[in-house]
C-alpha cells in the first residue's frame, strides 16, 4: 500500500455579504505519494474532523466524504455537506477556543484510511460564529432603550469619546459601568471600525470594506528585496485566483505544491507564509503573498503604508508554468515574468 500524505493549504469560509451564512467551511488538499508525485486525477476517500483545543483535542464534529484529485493533485471538498459520522457542524461555537481540521484520507476512494493530518484553523469563521451568536443572542441581555432607563449620563460627551477610542482590549459594556455614567437618550454600541492607515493587526491597513470590519494589512516592511517566485523549478501550481483575498489561498496553493521542489529552498510565497510580527504583545500570523488584484490595491496605497522600493513586487497570481504576475512599483504597471527572477516582496494579511 502506498504511504500518502496530504497537504492542508486552505480553509475558507464560503458565505454571503448579505445573507446568512451557510453551515459550510471550503477545504482543498493537494496529494502526494511517498515519492513526493502528484496523486491526479484519483478517487480520495476522507474523513474529516474538528479537533477542539488541540491537535489531540475532543472531536466535535465528524464527517466523510469522496472525492477526486483534479490534473494538480488537488481536492476540494466543503466541510458540513459531507455523510455526517458524529457532531452537528451548525451548534460549534467557532468563539470557544481553539480548533484544529484533522483529515484521514483513503486514496482509492474508501474508507481504508492511510494517513492522518492535522492543521489549526488560524482564523475564525466568523459568519459562523455570527450564526451561533445570532442562536443565543436571546439568552444574553441586550443593551437597548429598556436598559438605557436604567441609567442615566450628565456627560455625553465624554462617553461618546470612550466610544470612539474603543478598542478590543477595552472591557465589555456592562451594568458596572453603566451605573458610573449617566444618559437621557439610547446609547448604540457600534463596533470597531478601520480606516486606510490605521496601524491594526501587526501592519497598516490599506483596503476596508464597505463595513470598515474588515479589510488588508501590508507588513511594515519588505521580507524580501529579490527572491524567485519559484524554488528553482518550472511547474504549473493552478495559483490563478485573483481578487480581494484571493491571494490566501494562491500562496497555500504555491507552497503546497513546490516545497517538494527543495524543502530547503526559499521562494516569494513561503517566506509570506512563515511571516509573522508581535504587537502590543499579540502574534500576528496568517500572511500571505498578495494576488495581483491585491497587490495593486497595495500600490495605490504605497504613500501610506510606506517602505517600499522602485523595484518590481511579486504577485502570488500564476500566468503559466513559466511566468507569474508581478507590479512595478516605480511605474504600476502590471505584467509576467519568469517565475526565476528575484522580485521583492511585501506579505499582507486579511482581517
Excluded at 174 to 192: E, H
Aim: glycine fraction near 8%.
Amino acid at each position: 500500500m502506498k504511504n500518502l500524505f496530504t497537504v492542508v493549504i486552505a480553509v475558507i469560509l464560503t458565505a454571503s455579504a448579505f445573507s446568512q451564512a451557510p453551515n459550510l467551511i471550503s477545504y482543498q488538499a493537494v496529494i502526494r505519494n511517498s515519492s513526493n508525485t502528484l496523486v491526479v486525477s484519483n478517487p480520495v476517500g476522507i474523513q474529516i474532523s474538528i479537533l477542539q483545543g488541540s491537535p489531540t483535542g475532543t472531536a466535535v464534529y465528524v464527517e466523510t466524504q469522496t472525492t477526486s484529485t483534479n490534473a494538480n493533485g488537488l481536492i476540494s471538498i466543503e466541510i458540513g455537506g459531507g455523510t455526517v459520522v458524529s457532531g452537528n457542524f451548525a451548534t460549534i461555537n467557532w468563539a470557544n477556543g481553539t480548533y484544529f481540521i484533522e483529515t484521514q484520507t483513503d486514496p482509492n476512494g474508501g474508507t481504508d484510511f492511510t494517513i492522518t493530518g492535522t492543521s489549526q484553523i488560524l482564523s475564525v469563521p466568523y459568519a459562523l460564529h455570527a450564526n451561533f451568536a445570532d442562536s443565543i443572542k436571546e439568552k444574553e441581555p441586550a443593551f437597548n432603550a429598556s436598559v438605557a432607563k436604567a441609567i442615566t449620563v450628565s456627560d455625553t460627551t465624554n462617553w461618546s469619546n470612550k466610544l470612539s477610542s474603543y478598542t478590543e482590549t477595552d472591557p465589555i459594556f456592562s451594568a458596572s459601568v453603566a451605573n458610573a455614567i449617566t444618559v437621557s437618550d439610547t446609547i448604540k454600541w457600534t463596533a470597531s471600525i478601520h480606516k486606510i492607515g490605521d496601524s491594526y493587526g501587526g501592519g497598516i491597513v490599506f483596503y476596508v470594506d464597505a463595513t470598515g470590519q474588515h479589510g488588508l494589512i501590508a507588513a511594515i516592511a519588505d521580507q524580501s528585496t529579490g527572491i524567485a517566485w519559484s524554488n528553482g523549478t518550472y511547474r504549473t501550481t493552478g495559483a490563478m485566483s485573483d481578487g480581494a483575498g484571493a491571494g490566501e489561498l494562491n500562496t497555500a496553493i504555491i507552497v503546497a505544491s513546490q516545497i517538494a521542489d527543495n524543502q530547503s529552498g526559499s521562494f516569494a510565497a513561503l517566506i509570506c507564509a512563515q511571516y509573522s510580527t508581535t504587537q502590543n504583545g499579540i502574534t500576528y500570523g496568517n500572511w500571505y503573498l498578495p494576488s495581483k488584484y491585491e497587490l495593486n490595491l497595495l500600490y495605490n496605497q504605497r504613500a501610506v503604508v510606506g517602505g517600499f522600493s522602485n523595484n518590481n513586487y511579486w504577485s502570488s497570481s500564476e500566468f503559466s508554468n513559466f511566468n507569474a504576475w508581478y507590479q512595478a512599483f516605480y511605474d504600476g504597471s502590471q505584467d509576467y515574468f519568469n517565475k526565476l527572477y528575484p522580485g521583492n516582496v511585501r506579505a499582507v494579511r486579511a482581517f
